[in-house]
C-alpha cells in the first residue's frame, strides 16, 4: 500500500482542453488514499502491447511477473482496468482559462473547436494533476539499489543532441539514467518532458557492458538483455494522469487456505 495522500504525490502537469458551453463542474475523481491496486493481466498486457513495439513487447515473459496501478482506493474496478480514463479530481472552476489559439496554432484550435462543436473562444484549458511522482520515485529507489542500475525512459519525439545521451532502439530512443544522485523532482521532470499523456514509459534494469555516458544504438541483443533483467515497466494510462506497472517475481500472495485439523 502506497500510504500517501493526493497531494502528496500529485503533481500538477498538462491540461485538458474542454468547451466552457459544456464543461462547467471539474471531475471530482475517486475517494481515498493512492494505493497499490491489483489489475488484471489479460487487460494490462493488451494496453502494453498498444504502446509497445511487437519485437520489444515479444522479448518479456510477462507471465514472470504481476500487474499493478498507483490509484485512488475506492476507484471501481471497471475504471481501473480500462486505463484510458482520468482518476484524479480536476482543478476547481477558478483555475480554469481559456485556451489561447497563437499557444497551440489556429488550425489545431479549429479542429479542436470542431470536434467539440463550439467557438474557438468558447475552449478553455482545465489544469489536471498527474502521479508522476511515484514513478519517479520507484526510479530513484532503483538506481539506489545496485552499482549497474539504470533506468530507461522512452523519448516520444527525439531532437537529436550531442549534449543528450541517447539510446536508439527498437523500443524507441531512450534516455539512459544511471546517476544514484537523482533527485525525485528531476526525473519527474524527464518524465514529463519525454512523453506525454499514455506515451510515458520507463524501464528498470541493469546493465554490465553499456556506457549510459555515450549515445549509441542498441543492437536486438543488447536490448533483449536489458528488457530480460528488467525489475520493473512502467507505462503511462489514465489519461496521462497515472501509470501501470509490472514488476517481475513479485506474484500476488496465493489466497489463504482454510485451516484443518484432526479431531472435531
Known amino acids: ?10 503533481h500538477m502537469g498538462a491540461s485538458r482542453i474542454y468547451s466552457r458551453c459544456t464543461k462547467t463542474t471539474p ?5 481515498g488514499r493512492i494505493v497499490d491496486c491489483p489489475v488484471r493481466a489479460e487487460a494490462a498486457e493488451r494496453w502494453f502491447g498498444r504502446h509497445l513495439p511487437p519485437a520489444a513487447f ?9 500487474w499493478t496501478a498507483p490509484l485512488p482506493e475506492k476507484i471501481p474496478e471497471e475504471v481501473a482496468n480500462d486505463f484510458g480514463r482520468g482518476v ?16 497551440i496554432g489556429p488550425e489545431m484550435a479549429a479542429r479542436i473547436a470542431a470536434t467539440l462543436e463550439c467557438s474557438v473562444a468558447d475552449l478553455i484549458h482545465v489544469p489536471k494533476a498527474s502521479l508522476v511522482l511515484l514513478p519517479a520515485q520507484w526510479t530513484v529507489e532503483h538506481l539506489r539499489s ?5 533506468a530507461l525512459i522512452r523519448e516520444m519525439s527525439p531532437r537529436p543532441s550531442s549534449a543528450v545521451v541517447s539510446w536508439t532502439s527498437a523500443l524507441g530512443t531512450l534516455y539512459p539514467v544511471a546517476n544514484a544522485g537523482q533527485e525525485v523532482e528531476a526525473v519527474a521532470d ?5 512523453a506525454t499523456v499514455d506515451g510515458e514509459m520507463i524501464v528498470l534494469t541493469t546493465t554490465r557492458n553499456l556506457s549510459p555516458l555515450v549515445s549509441q544504438h542498441l543492437l536486438d541483443r543488447d536490448l533483449l538483455e ?3 533483467g528488467a525489475s520493473n515497466v512502467i507505462l ?7 501509470y501501470v506497472r509490472w514488476s517481475r517475481g513479485k506474484l500476488p500472495d496465493p489466497a489463504p487456505q482454510p485451516m484443518t485439523g484432526a479431531g472435531g
Open 27 to 31: 471531475f471530482q475523481g475517486y475517494g
Open 236 to 242: 503511462g494510462a489514465y489519461d496521462g494522469e497515472g
Open 1 to 10: 500500500m502506497i500510504c500517501s495522500q493526493h497531494l502528496l504525490v500529485a
Open 58 to 66: 515479444d522479448m518479456i515473459n510477462w507471465s514472470s511477473g504481476c
Open 226 to 228: 536489458l528488457l530480460v
Open 190 to 194: 524527464l518524465m514529463d518532458s519525454a
Open 146 to 150: 545496485s552499482p549497474g542500475a539504470v
Open 88 to 103: 484524479l479530481p480536476e482543478a476547481p472552476v477558478h483555475a480554469w482559462v481559456p485556451v489561447d489559439e497563437d499557444e
